[in-house]
Each structure stands twice: as structure tokens, then as C-alpha cells.
């Protein structure tokens, strides 16, 4: 593939080989990948998307493709990075786009990073009315959906590049003031520093030691080896990821993840402002955002690691946390108004391993919203589940993590869709959609956030409304077979966000307003929207994004059926 200098890239049809990653059984984890079953692939159109299996045909999904019903298997679809429906320099198919696809391109091109003549990334914004701070650097977790509109666009070169060379800085030195981070921990982002003088370029990597509060980043390990899976998925070529370079650095991640230590609990222990949510706002111990991406992240290392004698201790590592961590979340971070009613009752100061409530939650804490927000069909993964304490908070990101990683049950996930739609004015407004409800106000807001002018009530962190979750709503809805809500979502952002120049995120309880201190030119606002349209267009690019359920680790969970009452 041949990149300029402006971004612009000549077409060249992607090397379609199948060399699919098959899902494994957990309860079955020294098996061979077994070959692809045809007669398991059954999705929304069972013909095309039979057709699109087989001959990797490059035809799209039209609008009125009938989409009543869940997809099953998706995941066992090869996905072919191929041109998308869109109009951009590489796609010229019949169907009128919308007059933003065409800038939403554009802005995406000019926002990518070269370094020594290869596109390694896109930078978070390009506001040439702000000061940059750190918004000229490229981000891991806000490639993502740069990464997933390049994949989906038949551009796969981009991705591979960024894969390596984060990989590269994963290897460095990690040093805050006299403390060495983990050999596993991936940058939260780097930069291309280009001297004059010597004609040559360097990078430069943030572990941490440059953010706000200092906290290293524990999405972005996650993130990078969803993204690897993804890649893999996508190319149908597996060579990157059973490259030497590419298993030890997966290795490197889960160790850090996998450590014995004093845990309770199969959860991961966080401190605030660790992942997409990087200032304090009350998220640390067990996050759901963490959670689900742990659990994302640890079952597409079990698809990638390779069966060597290493690859297999991690793999059965990985076994026996998957089961404790689905059945923990599903047990205590799950919610609905049954699960509402029974906390509300709770007895406390229950000892011995026949307690009911484990974790010593004192029934009148329990916030008042949460009573009126909790509809009588649906239900959610709480933000936090510790000792004595139970963050009632809606996460949009963990929540729709969860769906796609089948975290949640298929029974969970129709619930949350069930909560969105109840919602809706709350959740999503007048701008998709709220990182969190409700916004923490008033004294909560200043013994939580510590006074953070940025993390006002409803703005930014703390209730504000962020286009670029528009991405993960929709592969959510289509996972579940409601992408009426994804459109409507997509349809409501498509008023305003080309129109205000692709804010950052909106503030107001509606999410009215361009935040207060929103970047333009956001990318991953622009990213975001432009894979969300995508996965619409053909659904068969869900499969990069979404695992479906093993049968092995359900669990029989006798409470909280809300969703069949």
C-alpha cells in the first residue's frame, strides 16, 4: 500500500487470504482451531452473508436488509477489510451517502501521523483555536475507532504500523521520578518529534509520567490487543500476530494482569483516572470499564496467543480467570429491579460464607435516582462493586463492552438495550451519548472530583455527552438486533456534530452545548462516526468487534429476570 504525505492513499485492493482465528472453548483450550462450519453462519440476510463468507464477495448490506434478529456465530464470519459503502477516495458504490461522510474523511486523512514516511496513528485533535497540550500526540485508545474506519475502508497498513510501533515503546524504559513501571505496560501516548537540524525523527512516549494525577494507563494493553485481534480479523492474515515481537508483548500485558497478589476478587484493582475517564471522578477499585475490557482483551489473547509452551501456561491462566471474572460480573455487578429490590432489603453485618450481602452494603446508601432511573423491563452493570460500597452509576463504554465481549448473557445484554431505549432522554438527549449518569453534583461533586473545574456536573467526564461512544452503541445494537436505536442515535448526532465541528463532547443534561473546554476537530468524534455509519452500511463488520458467547462459562443465575417478567 502506497502512502503520500497528505494521507491521501492510491488504491490498492487488500490481499484477501483466509487465515481465520477460530473462537476456542474455553473448557477446551488445547484444541486444534477447527475449520470453518459454514452451516453455522446464520446473521440477518443468511444468504448474503453466506455469500459474503464464501466468496468474500465485496458487496455491501443495503439499508433495508431485514435486522430482527440477534446474530449468531458472527464471530466465526471472516470480516474483509474491504471498501466500504462510503464515498471516500476509495470506495465508489451507487448509494447517496450522507454529505458528512465526505468531510468526516477528510478531516480523518488530515489528522494522520507520519513517522520516517509511514502513517502510524491519527492525533487527537486538530483545534487550531486551542493550545495543543496534549491533544497533537496519538493516543492508544483514541485510535481505535481510527484504526476500525481504516480496517473497515480496506487500509490495513495504517493499523499494522501503529501495532508495531507501540509495541516498540512497550519495550522502553518506564520511569517515574525514582519507581519503574511494568515491562508489560503500553504507552497511554506518544508523538513524532522531528529536529531540523539532523533531519530526523524520534518518538516520544507518555507511560503515565506526564498525565494528569500520574496514573499510568490500564485500558490501553486492553486496547491494543482488541485492536490486534481485530486486525487479524479483519486482514484474514495472522502472520502479525504470531510474530515473536507481537506474542511477547501480549505475554508481557497479561502477566501484568494475571499476578497473584492479595486479591479477593477476579476483578482488576484500579486507581481513578486509569482509563477514558482519566481525572478523578470516584472510578476507582473495580471500574466496569476496566472489567469489560479485561475480560475483552483476555478472550482475544485466547484466540491469538500461539500453543507453544509458553503461549499454553498463559492460556490456561487465562481459562480460569474467564470463568471467575463472567461469573463474578454477572453476579454482583449486574443489576435490574429485582436485583434493586433485593439490595434495598439487604441485612447487614452477615458473617460466614452463607451471606447474602457479601460485600456489607449498607441498604440506605443506596442514591435516590437510582430508584426512578431503573425501568421495569432492563437493566445494567453497575460502575462498582467493593467492600461496603456500590457505585449505582451507568457507564456507556463498559456497558456496551460487556454486550460485544459477551460479558453479558444475551438475556443482559437485550436488558441494557431495554434501558437505553427507556432512558433515552437521560442517556442519550439531544447529542449521543452520556459517558456516565447521573452527574455528580453539588457537595458529592466536591468531596469526589476534588473541586475539578473541568468535571463539572454534566460536562466533560461527569455527565457529558461523547459522539464518539456512537461507534460502540451501534456494533452493540447490531449485536443485539436493534440498530433502530443506532440509527436514531446516528440520525440525532448527524444534526449538529459536522455543523459544530466535531466537538469533543457536549455539556448539559440533554447535552445541548459544545463542552466548555471541548476540542474541534476531535478524532475520535469524527472516527467514531464514521464507523458507526459503516457497521450500519455492512454488519459483517461487526465481526472484528464482537465475540459471542461460550456456551461453557454461562452460569445458571437464579435472580434478577426482569427482562422475562
Known amino acids: 500500500m502506497d502512502v503520500s504525505q497528505n494521507g491521501n492513499i492510491k488504491t490498492v485492493d487488500p490481499v484477501i487470504t483466509v487465515a481465520e482465528i477460530e473462537e476456542i472453548d474455553f473448557s477446551k483450550f488445547t484444541d486444534k482451531p477447527r475449520p470453518l462450519n459454514m452451516d453455522r453462519q446464520r446473521s440477518y440476510d443468511e444468504r448474503s452473508l453466506s455469500e459474503l463468507s464464501i466468496a468474500m464477495s465485496p458487496r455491501y ?49 488530515r489528522s494522520l501521523v507520519f513517522f520516517r514516511g509511514q502513517p502510524v496513528g491519527t492525533i487527537a485533535a486538530s483545534d487550531s483555536t486551542e493550545e495543543n497540550l496534549n491533544y497533537d500526540q496519538v493516543f492508544v485508545r483514541d485510535f481505535v475507532p481510527s484504526a476500525l474506519a481504516f480496517l473497515m475502508n480496506g487500509e490495513p497498513e495504517i493499523v499494522k504500523n501503529f501495532i508495531l510501533k507501540t509495541l516498540r515503546l512497550q519495550s522502553w524504559e518506564k520511569k517515574i521520578d525514582r519507581f519503574h513501571l511494568g515491562e508489560g505496560v503500553m504507552p497511554a501516548s506518544f508523538k513524532v518529534l522531528h529536529d531540523p537540524v539532523r533531519n530526523s525523527e524520534t518518538l516520544i512516549a507518555d507511560f503515565g509520567e506526564s498525565a494528569i494525577g500520574r496514573v499510568a494507563p490500564v485500558d490501553s494493553g486492553f486496547w491494543w490487543i482488541i485492536l490486534l485481534r481485530a486486525y487479524t480479523k479483519s486482514t484474514g492474515d495472522s502472520s502479525l500476530a504470531e510474530r515473536p515481537e507481537c506474542q511477547k508483548g501480549m505475554r ?76 463474578h460480573m454477572r453476579s454482583y455487578f449486574w443489576i435490574d429491579l429485582k436485583q434493586l429490590n433485593d439490595i434495598y432489603r439487604y441485612k447487614t453485618e452477615e ?24 425501568p421495569m423491563r ?26 460485544l465481549s459477551s460479558l453479558a448473557t444475551p ?50 467526564h461527569n ?8 461507534w460502540l452503541l451501534t456494533a452493540a445494537c447490531i449485536k443485539t438486533g436493534r440498530p433502530q436505536i443506532a ?3 446516528i440520525e440525532l448526532a448527524e444534526t449538529r456534530l459536522h455543523k459544530d465541528s466535531w466537538p469533543e463532547y457536549y455539556d448539559g443534561k440533554l447535552g ?44 445458571l443465575i437464579r435472580r434478577s429476570h426482569s427482562w422475562t417478567s
Open 351 to 374: 458473617y460466614s460464607h452463607t451471606a447474602v450481602n457479601k460485600f456489607n452494603v449498607i441498604p440506605d446508601s443506596l442514591p435516590e435516582w437510582v430508584f426512578e432511573f431503573m
Open 487 to 489: 440509527r436514531r442515535a
Open 463 to 470: 455527565g457529558g455527552s461523547w459522539p464518539v461512544l456512537l
Open 252 to 327: 508481557l500485558i497479561l502477566s501484568l494482569c494475571l499476578s497473584e497478589g492479595f486479591d479477593t476478587f477476579p476483578t482488576l484493582l484500579c486507581a481513578d483516572g486509569c482509563c477514558m475517564i482519566d481525572r478523578r471522578m470516584g472510578v476507582y477499585g473495580y471500574p466496569i470499564e476496566i472489567q469489560a475490557l479485561f475480560f475483552m482483551a483476555l478472550r482475544c489473547a485466547l484466540l491469538l496467543l500461539k500453543q507453544d509452551d509458553e503461549g499454553k501456561e498463559f492460556v490456561e491462566r487465562i481459562v480460569k480467570r474467564l470463568h471467575a471474572l463472567s461469573f
Open 61 to 109: 448490506f443495503s439499508r433495508n436488509v431485514d435486522i430482527s434478529r440477534n446474530i449468531e456465530h458472527l464471530d466465526f464470519v471472516y470480516s474483509p477489510g474491504r471498501r466500504s459503502g462510503f464515498n471516500t477516495p476509495r470506495s465508489h458504490t451507487s448509494f447517496e451517502p450522507h454529505p458528512m461522510i465526505g468531510e468526516a474523511w477528510e478531516a480523518l486523512r
Open 411 to 460: 438475556e443482559q445484554s437485550t436488558a441494557i438495550m431495554d434501558l437505553i431505549e427507556s432512558r433515552w432522554e437521560e442517556l442519550v438527549g439531544e447529542m449521543p451519548l452520556k459517558v456516565c449518569y447521573p452527574a455528580i453534583e453539588s457537595h458529592d461533586w466536591r468531596i469526589i472530583t476534588g473541586c475539578d473545574p473541568k468535571n463539572t456536573r454534566w460536562s466533560y
Open 512 to 555: 445541548r452545548y459544545i463542552g466548555k473546554q471541548a476540542r474541534k476537530q476531535q478524532t475520535w468524534s469524527i472516527a467514531g462516526y464514521l464507523v458507526a455509519k459503516m457497521l450500519l452500511e455492512d454488519p459483517s463488520h461487526l465481526g472484528m468487534v464482537s465475540l459471542e458467547e461460550d456456551k461453557q462459562m454461562k452460569p
Open 378 to 403: 432492563g437493566g445494567y452493570f453497575i460502575g462498582n462493586v467493593s467492600p461496603a460500597r456500590m457505585d449505582f452509576r451507568w457507564f456507556c463504554l463498559g456497558n456496551c463492552i460487556a454486550i
